[in-house]
């Protein structure tokens, strides 16, 4: 079942500057650490380690993602740099809302979704193509909104 919308992914170039940004024009504040996804790239691309870092303002969390090219972000557009890259809806049980969800005319890009510890993910596109990631949270993060709801 969709709980709700848990975050929504903002591309940017500069990614020190675009921290700073959300931090004094809207009050963002850095959620737990900077996330190392060099373990998906190619080996010969490693050194290039996307960044990607999740902020808080009250209930809401914004993940600020840089380096899109990078074939760590199959479903995203390169070309889309300084866009939302995606929103992410929150589920309590990811692989029946993949299934219900592709029956109902989503594309994905893996055939099912990935597990990464704390959260399990996977990124699908609706008919129009518009990108949208449906997260499970399965163990502790930073990031629940359940923390923030109590």
Request: hydrophobic residues 40%; charged residues 25%; aromatic residues 8%.
């Amino acid at each position: 079942m969709i709980q709700r919308i848990h975050h929504l992914g903002i591309k940017v170039r500069d990614f020190d500057k675009m921290i700073e940004f959300y931090k004094q024009a809207f009050g963002f504040e850095i959620v737990g650490q900077e996330l190392d996804l060099s373990f998906q790239l190619p080996k010969d691309k490693a050194q290039l380690r996307p960044r990607v870092l999740m902020m808080r303002t009250g209930n809401c969390f914004i993940e600020i993602i840089q380096n899109l090219s990078l074939p760590v972000f199959p479903a995203m557009s390169p070309s889309a740099q300084g866009s939302i890259a995606h929103f992410s809806v929150e589920v309590t049980d990811i692989d029946q809302e993949f299934d219900r969800l592709k029956a109902l005319g989503m594309s994905f890009e893996t055939p099912g979704p990935e597990h990464y510890g704390h959260v399990k993910s996977v990124h699908g596109r609706d008919p129009e193509g518009n990108d949208i990631e449906l997260l499970e949270i399965v163990g502790p993060w930073d990031c629940d909104l359940n923390a923030l709801l109590q």
